[in-house]
């Protein structure tokens, strides 16, 4: 923002003033992620700079905390570091087995979500669609509803799936309510259980599915699916040849949306999930409430990288998907 | 469901499911399981093939209670306190105990008689007796140190951020006798309205100066941290960061809390006989002698005391540090189990809106 | 006219009109049914499970099955009958049972909720209940007096009907006293609508200190170059993609009594030793940290109203003799008037339902009403109650939603 030439001098201050403010909101947004980083490399198990990292001494930095998310719930962690150091480590560390679970509860929890996600939005995007607004507000829901009341009511059905229904009898007339249970007739239930988790993450994710897809899908010309038609492609060959070029960078922005919603969600893993399936969240949940060791920060810096690669994935498929449809960035 | 079919034989083939021989042990977290998993899991283990998960909980009883009453239970078995075991017990929630199904002291004493009195219950077996004490930050304070319950209310006297446990089973019965309610007469105070008006009014006095904590391994952190110079704490977790991380904090024996915990299955326990195994191997008299090597917790059979030597480091004398050591006992309030089975739910009432007010 | 369409036919002879309506509502329910999967997943693992959630709000059969003899007595005598022997002998049953089924605890937890300090009532009694002998009334009332209190049998009949609106009283601080009239419960037990209001207001501040922060800088992201205000934008962008555990840890590291800004203020000498400032385990921690995770969710909407007001309209109004500042308040500021909207509405949405971060960092008067949701369902297991303030709660949210989509519209949610 250039200032204009007729700026007075009080304005010229002024406008540096502005600079000087928006620099500070920047570094408001911007440093709590980063300090985590040097952070980490502390040698002194402490949450501060200490004087050597200051001074930029060698001996002030270490990589003990990442080693010790290596070796944290190992069976022999002082072991010769060969190939059993490592299966250990591969069967046994704590940072490992709630990788595993986050891993595979975030790429589950996607396809689930992209799926059914990117199929409604197609028909949410067409014009036929009958009560459209309605059915969108419903299902953009899961992002609204604070997590607290989704949790408890997922935890609530996923321990013992079925529902009140009224019954009446006749002699005397009344009115009473029975319950269908799933678990009680069939010993149905998904509290506990990954697939329960799985659900659970896959409803949370599909809002963000949802709006990256449709908005992809806003200015799509139908008449593309048409000429499609009329030039012989059968419905598959449609969306698969034409449909799915235009909005694969959507779908990807979404699936990446979700899998980031799994991957960071914590609030329904703690109260339907088990001790078998903890996420890295829920571990780190554990940890900031007990005891903030550097081991945390480890982590934290890690998962900081990994949102960076996220976010720069999400930023090149969005400018891809505005060149592909001839949109001019906003 | 037919996706949560194709997605369970995915589960399934890609080989999560549990396997049958493992324990869901839910305990408090902290140096506290870990004296648990040094002196009872590995052994038993070792012996058996038998794996134990360790589930760290805040107060075990809660995943507990809930598991039961939602009809999802997961746990085989946990860690509570007196009052929960009772309470628990008496709401049908957990499986009866046959003493006789404990084993014996070396000498042949049979197990009823070599606990200590209460430490039997329907219910529930316990394994330690253990103490709420509080401890302070010794470097925090360059002339007069704490010494009696009271002055962790002396605001004036010792400045600085307290923890205390964000409940008020403890944190009452704490404010009577600070304000200087004998420890014999605590209960009877407290179960009166104007008792319990003054252990709140008592507790007005330092509320803007708490730090609240709710897991058992946050106090020796807060006090590391130097978040509060003084906290109240478990003793064997004050003991712990002493002995091994050399932490300058100093215990304040005097108004001690005395409760035991206890191991208790729930009903509907998923491995109940595995369950039942490793609570007899546990609760042996060389077992619970092992824990105090790693822990300042007495054990609660009578022939486990002889045994109890030196801590894990092989210098520390394990016995001044117990909670039971007469030394440590003065003014010291033993919990009232029926009480808190009996006040808990109008006492956390009171004191939420009295937190939030 | 009509006539003209009516007779329009098409090439296989059908009228128009008809095959219209025809191929129309085939392409609605192919429509359908591409949306009808997802709908139907939702409505099973997210809006049923929160209709069962809130259904045990007002349906609590605790006391009705641990407690059938009474239910009877109060079925067969209305509301102001005298309290007889009958009813007296109807609960001496009750407690037999209910020390063999072992219930007398979650019985009397259940009138507990509504008449304080009564569970021991029921225990005490239950324990004793084998040596109860006719005449019940003395019997019961030399055990407790209480058991003859006018109260305690207006909250076991209210009590005695499963399907109950007792929670949402309790759940707005209010009770009913022994004639069945609602009045506000003691003072030192109010508690919710503190927490309700608080959670509001702390919102409402964090929605404002959103505001005041993102206007600037999407401001500046509106008015620079395309390409350097791309860059600018991963500034933005960052945080929103990172996990909120990591950004609550990092306010944890920078807050505390020994961490980063407290020692940044000692070391310049602004704060002595003994000065350090308790930032954190208060409101203090909870509004800095939400303030700057909810921050990007004001931004993007800002920037992308912003981005396309013409930046002649400002200098329009400066070359027609505005001082800057009336041109920014006539002229700019109307026109990001809906960005404002959108921002803070949503802010607002989801810091109502906070939980996690004021549960790390908020201590004791940083809790909001989702945290004592949490409190209820995971440590006192009142579950009707957790419901009925989840049911408050999702109510608001549900009006803030329904305001968001009638001034907003939902399709202009936009990520990133």
Same mark, same amino acid.
């Given at each position: 923002?250039?200032?204009?030439?007729?700026?007075?001098?009080?304005?010229?201050?002024?406008?540096?003033?502005?600079?000087?403010?928006?620099?500070?909101?920047?570094?408001?947004?911007?440093?709590?992620?980063?300090?985590?980083?040097?952070?980490?490399?502390?040698?002194?198990?402490?949450?501060?700079?200490?004087?050597?990292?200051?001074?930029?001494?060698?001996?002030?930095?270490?990589?003990?905390?990442?080693?010790?998310?290596?070796?944290?719930?190992?069976?022999?962690?002082?072991?010769?570091?060969?190939?059993?150091?490592?299966?250990?480590?591969?069967?046994?560390?704590?940072?490992?087995?709630?990788?595993?679970?986050?891993?595979?509860?975030?790429?589950?929890?996607?396809?689930?979500?992209t799926v059914?996600g990117?199929l409604?939005?197609?028909?949410?995007?067409?014009?036929?669609?009958?009560?459209?607004?309605?059915?969108?507000?419903?299902l953009?829901?899961?992002?609204?509803?604070?997590? &607290?009341?989704?949790?408890t009511?997922?935890?609530?059905?996923?321990?013992?799936?079925?529902?009140?229904?009224?019954?009446?009898?006749? /002699?005397?007339?009344e &009115?009473? &309510?029975?319950?269908?249970?799933?678990?009680?007739?069939?010993?149905?239930?998904?509290?506990?259980?990954?697939?329960?988790?799985?659900?659970?993450?896959?409803?949370?994710?599909?809002?963000?599915?949802?709006?990256?897809?449709?908005?992809?899908?806003?200015?799509?010309? #139908?008449?593309?699916?048409?000429?499609?038609? /009329?030039?012989?492609?059968?419905?598959?060959?449609?969306?698969?040849?034409?449909?799915?070029?235009?909005?694969?960078?959507g779908?990807?922005?979404?699936?990446?949306?979700?899998?980031?919603?799994?991957?960071?969600?914590?609030?329904?893993?703690?109260?339907?999930?088990?001790?078998?399936?903890?996420?890295?969240?829920?571990?780190?949940?554990?940890?900031?409430?007990?005891?903030?060791?550097?081991?945390?920060?480890?982590?934290?810096?890690? +998962?900081?990288?990994?949102?960076?690669?996220?976010?720069?994935?999400?930023?090149?498929?969005?400018?891809?998907?505005?060149?592909?449809?001839?949109?001019?960035?906003? | 469901?037919?996706?949560?079919?194709?997605?369970?034989?995915?589960?399934?083939?890609?080989?999560?499911?549990?396997?049958?021989?493992?324990?869901n042990?839910?305990?408090?977290?902290?140096?506290y399981?870990?004296?648990?998993?040094?002196?009872?899991?590995?052994?038993?283990?070792?012996?058996?093939?038998?794996?134990?998960?360790s589930?760290?909980?805040?107060?075990?009883?809660?995943?507990?209670?809930?598991?039961?009453?939602?009809?999802?239970?997961?746990?085989?078995?946990?860690?509570?306190?007196?009052?929960? @075991?009772?309470?628990?017990?008496d709401?049908?929630?957990?499986?009866?105990?046959?003493?006789a199904?404990?084993?014996?002291?070396?000498?042949?004493?049979?197990?009823?008689?070599?606990?200590?009195?209460?430490?039997?219950?329907?219910?529930?077996?316990?394994?330690?007796?253990?103490?709420?004490?509080?401890?302070?930050?010794?470097?925090?304070?360059?002339?007069?140190?704490?010494?009696?319950?009271?002055d962790?209310?002396?605001?004036?006297?010792?400045?600085?951020?307290?923890?205390?446990?964000?409940?008020?089973?403890?944190?009452?019965?704490?404010?009577?006798?600070?304000?200087?309610?004998?420890?014999?007469?605590?209960?009877d105070?407290?179960?009166?309205?104007?008792?319990?008006?003054?252990?709140?009014?008592?507790?007005?006095?330092?509320?803007?100066?708490?730090?609240?904590?709710?897991?058992?391994?946050?106090?020796?952190?807060?006090?590391?941290?130097?978040?509060?110079?003084?906290?109240?704490?478990?003793?064997?977790?004050?003991?712990?960061?002493?002995?091994?991380?050399?932490?300058?904090?100093?215990?304040?024996?005097?108004?001690?809390?005395?409760?035991?915990?206890?191991?208790?299955i729930?009903?509907?326990a998923?491995?109940?006989?595995?369950?039942? #195994?490793?609570?007899?191997?546990?609760?042996?008299?060389?077992?619970?002698?092992? #824990?105090?090597?790693?822990? @300042?917790?007495?054990?609660?059979?009578?022939?486990?005391?002889?045994l109890?030597?030196?801590?894990?480091?092989?210098?520390?004398?394990?016995?001044?540090?117990?909670?039971?050591?007469?030394?440590?006992?003065?003014?010291?309030?033993?919990?009232?189990?029926?009480?808190?089975?009996?006040?808990?739910?109008?006492?956390?009432e009171?004191?939420?809106?009295?937190?939030?007010? | 006219?009509?006539?003209?369409?009516?007779?329009?036919?098409?090439?296989?002879?059908?009228?128009?009109?008809s095959?219209?309506?025809?191929?129309?509502?085939?392409a609605?329910?192919?429509?359908f049914?591409?949306?009808?999967?997802?709908?139907?997943?939702?409505?099973?693992?997210?809006?049923?499970?929160?209709?069962?959630?809130?259904? #045990?709000?007002?349906?609590?059969?605790?006391f009705?099955?641990?407690?059938?003899?009474?239910?009877?007595?109060?079925?067969?005598?209305?509301a102001?009958?005298? &309290?007889?022997?009958?009813?007296?002998?109807?609960?001496?049953?009750?407690?037999?049972?209910?020390?063999?089924?072992?219930?007398?605890?979650s019985?009397?937890t259940?009138? *507990?909720?509504?008449?304080?300090?009564?569970?021991?009532?029921?225990?005490?009694?239950?324990?004793?209940?084998?040596?109860?002998?006719?005449?019940?009334?003395?019997?019961?009332?030399?055990?407790?007096?209480?058991?003859?209190?006018?109260?305690?049998?207006?909250?076991?009949? /209210? @009590?005695?009907?499963?399907?109950?609106?007792?929670?949402?009283?309790?759940?707005?601080?209010?009770?009913?006293?022994?004639?069945?009239?609602i009045?506000?419960v003691?003072?030192?037990?109010?508690?919710?609508?503190?927490?309700?209001?608080?959670?509001?207001?702390?919102?409402?501040?964090?929605?404002?200190?959103?505001?005041?922060?993102?206007?600037?800088?999407?401001?500046?992201l509106?008015?620079?170059?395309?390409?350097?205000? *791309?860059?600018?934008?991963?500034?933005?962008?960052?945080?929103f993609?990172?996990?909120?555990?990591?950004?609550?840890t990092?306010?944890?590291?920078?807050?505390?009594?020994?961490?980063?800004?407290? *020692?940044?203020?000692?070391?310049?000498?602004?704060?002595?030793?003994?000065?350090?400032?308790?930032?954190?385990?208060?409101?203090?921690?909870?509004?800095?940290?939400?303030?700057?995770?909810?921050?990007?969710?004001?931004?993007?909407?800002?920037?992308?109203?912003?981005?396309?007001?013409?930046?002649?309209?400002?200098?329009?109004?400066?070359?027609?003799?505005?001082?800057?500042?009336?041109?920014?308040?006539?002229?700019?500021?109307?026109?990001?008037?809906?960005?404002?909207?959108?921002?803070?509405? +949503?802010?607002?949405?989801?810091?109502?339902g906070?939980?996690?971060?004021?549960?790390?960092?908020?201590g004791?008067?940083?809790?909001?009403?989702?945290?004592?949701?949490?409190?209820?369902?995971?440590?006192?297991? *009142?579950?009707?109650?957790?419901?009925?303030?989840?049911?408050?709660?999702?109510?608001?949210?549900?009006?803030?939603?329904?305001?968001?989509?009638?001034?907003?519209?939902?399709?202009?949610?936009?990520?990133?």
């Amino acid at each position: 923002m250039a200032l204009p030439i007729y700026a007075s001098p009080l304005e010229r201050v002024w406008h540096y003033t502005y600079l000087v403010i928006c620099g500070l909101i920047f570094l408001f947004l911007i440093a709590p992620i980063l300090i985590v980083i040097p952070l980490s490399f502390n040698a002194e198990p402490y949450f501060t700079f200490t004087e050597k990292m200051l001074a930029f001494d060698p001996e002030g930095y270490s990589m003990r905390w990442y080693d010790s998310l290596l070796t944290f719930g190992m069976q022999n962690p002082d072991a010769p570091r060969d190939a059993s150091w490592w299966r250990d480590v591969w069967h046994n560390t704590t940072w490992v087995q709630v990788t595993k679970n986050s891993v595979i509860i975030g790429v589950f929890a996607t396809i689930v979500a992209t799926v059914l996600g990117t199929l409604a939005a197609l028909g949410l995007s067409r014009p036929e669609m009958p009560y459209r607004r309605t059915i969108m507000a419903v299902l953009i829901s899961p992002m609204i509803v604070p997590i &607290i009341i989704s949790a408890t009511g997922m935890f609530f059905f996923f321990s013992n799936p079925g529902f009140p229904y009224p019954t009446i009898s006749f /002699s005397p007339f009344e &009115i009473g &309510i029975g319950h269908f249970s799933l678990r009680e007739e069939y010993g149905f239930k998904l509290a506990n259980s990954y697939p329960g988790i799985i659900l659970a993450h896959a409803v949370l994710g599909i809002p963000f599915v949802i709006i990256t897809v449709t908005a992809t899908l806003v200015g799509f010309d #139908q008449s593309l699916t048409r000429a499609a038609a /009329s030039l012989g492609a059968n419905p598959r060959t449609t969306f698969f040849r034409v449909i799915m070029p235009l909005i694969l960078p959507g779908v990807v922005s979404g699936a990446l949306f979700a899998f980031v919603t799994s991957f960071d969600e914590v609030v329904a893993v703690l109260f339907i999930a088990d001790y078998e399936q903890q996420t890295i969240p829920r571990q780190m949940w554990n940890g900031i409430r007990e005891q903030i060791s550097p081991q945390i920060l480890a982590v934290a810096t890690i +998962l900081v990288i990994i949102s960076i690669a996220l976010l720069a994935t999400v930023e090149l498929l969005r400018r891809r998907s505005e060149r592909l449809r001839g949109v001019t960035p906003r | 469901m037919k996706t949560t079919l194709i997605l369970t034989t995915a589960l399934v083939a890609s080989g999560f499911a549990a396997s049958a021989q493992e324990l869901n042990v839910v305990s408090w977290g902290g140096s506290y399981t870990k004296s648990q998993v040094e002196a009872y899991h590995k052994p038993f283990t070792e012996m058996t093939g038998i794996k134990i998960n360790s589930i760290d909980a805040d107060n075990p009883a809660t995943p507990l209670k809930t598991q039961v009453e939602a009809g999802n239970v997961t746990i085989d078995l946990a860690d509570i306190e007196l009052s929960d @075991a009772i309470r628990l017990c008496d709401e049908g929630l957990l499986e009866p105990i046959d003493p006789a199904s404990l084993p014996p002291a070396p000498d042949g004493t049979p197990a009823i008689e070599d606990f200590v009195d209460g430490a039997l219950q329907d219910c529930a077996v316990a394994t330690i007796v253990w103490g709420t004490i509080y401890a302070y930050d010794t470097t925090k304070f360059t002339g007069e140190k704490p010494s009696k319950i009271g002055d962790f209310f002396d605001t004036e006297k010792f400045p600085g951020k307290r923890g205390l446990l964000k409940a008020p089973k403890r944190s009452l019965e704490m404010a009577l006798l600070a304000d200087g309610v004998p420890a014999a007469e605590v209960y009877d105070v407290l179960g009166t309205p104007e008792g319990v008006d003054r252990a709140f009014a008592k507790l007005d006095t330092i509320k803007n100066d708490v730090v609240w904590w709710e897991a058992g391994a946050q106090p020796p952190q807060l006090l590391a941290d130097g978040e509060v110079v003084m906290t109240t704490a478990y003793n064997g977790r004050i003991f712990n960061a002493i002995a091994d991380e050399g932490k300058p904090f100093q215990i304040v024996w005097d108004g001690q809390y005395i409760d035991f915990d206890l191991w208790a299955i729930p009903k509907g326990a998923p491995n109940l006989e595995a369950a039942k #195994q490793f609570l007899a191997f546990s609760t042996d008299t060389q077992r619970l002698a092992d #824990q105090a090597k790693w822990i @300042a917790y007495g054990p609660a059979r009578k022939s486990s005391a002889s045994l109890v030597g030196l801590y894990q480091d092989g210098k520390i004398e394990m016995a001044p540090h117990m909670p039971t050591n007469p030394d440590n006992m003065t003014n010291s309030l033993v919990n009232d189990p029926e009480f808190w089975a009996d006040h808990d739910v109008e006492l956390n009432e009171r004191f939420n809106a009295w937190l939030a007010g | 006219m009509t006539d003209t369409t009516a007779l329009l036919t098409t090439a296989d002879g059908k009228p128009l009109k008809s095959a219209l309506a025809k191929s129309q509502g085939r392409a609605r329910r192919r429509a359908f049914l591409l949306v009808a999967p997802l709908f139907f997943f939702v409505l099973l693992t997210f809006i049923i499970p929160i209709g069962q959630m809130l259904f #045990q709000s007002v349906y609590n059969p605790t006391f009705t099955q641990a407690a059938p003899n009474l239910v009877r007595w109060f079925d067969e005598n209305p509301a102001g009958s005298q &309290i007889d022997e009958a009813a007296f002998a109807a609960l001496a049953a009750d407690l037999k049972q209910m020390k063999t089924d072992k219930t007398a605890g979650s019985a009397g937890t259940r009138i *507990n909720y509504d008449m304080p300090g009564t569970r021991s009532l029921f225990t005490a009694a239950a324990r004793k209940a084998d040596k109860l002998e006719p005449p019940y009334r003395e019997a019961l009332l030399e055990i407790d007096k209480t058991w003859g209190d006018p109260m305690l049998w207006r909250v076991m009949r /209210s @009590a005695a009907s499963a399907l109950t609106a007792d929670f949402y009283l309790a759940a707005l601080d209010l009770t009913r006293d022994d004639t069945g009239a609602i009045i506000s419960v003691a003072q030192d037990r109010q508690v919710y609508v503190t927490l309700f209001a608080r959670t509001f207001l702390l919102s409402g501040l964090i929605t404002g200190l959103c505001l005041v922060l993102a206007f600037p800088i999407a401001h500046l992201l509106a008015t620079l170059p395309l390409a350097r205000s *791309n860059l600018l934008m991963i500034l933005v962008l960052l945080p929103f993609w990172t996990s909120l555990l990591v950004r609550t840890t990092s306010w944890m590291v920078l807050l505390q009594g020994q961490g980063v800004v407290n *020692n940044v203020l000692v070391s310049l000498g602004i704060l002595g030793e003994d000065g350090r400032i308790q930032m954190m385990y208060n409101q203090t921690g909870t509004i800095i940290a939400m303030t700057h995770i909810l921050l990007p969710f004001m931004v993007l909407p800002l920037y992308s109203v912003m981005r396309p007001i013409p930046p002649s309209y400002v200098r329009a109004a400066r070359s027609l003799g505005a001082s800057s500042w009336t041109a920014f308040r006539r002229v700019y500021l109307p026109q990001t008037l809906p960005g404002i909207g959108a921002g803070a509405l +949503l802010v607002f949405i989801l810091a109502v339902g906070y939980y996690i971060t004021p549960a790390l960092v908020g201590g004791a008067d940083g809790q909001l009403i989702s945290n004592l949701i949490a409190f209820h369902m995971q440590k006192s297991l *009142n579950w009707s109650l957790a419901a009925a303030l989840a049911g408050l709660l999702l109510a608001a949210v549900l009006a803030l939603y329904w305001l968001y989509d009638r001034v907003v519209g939902i399709d202009n949610l936009k990520l990133g």
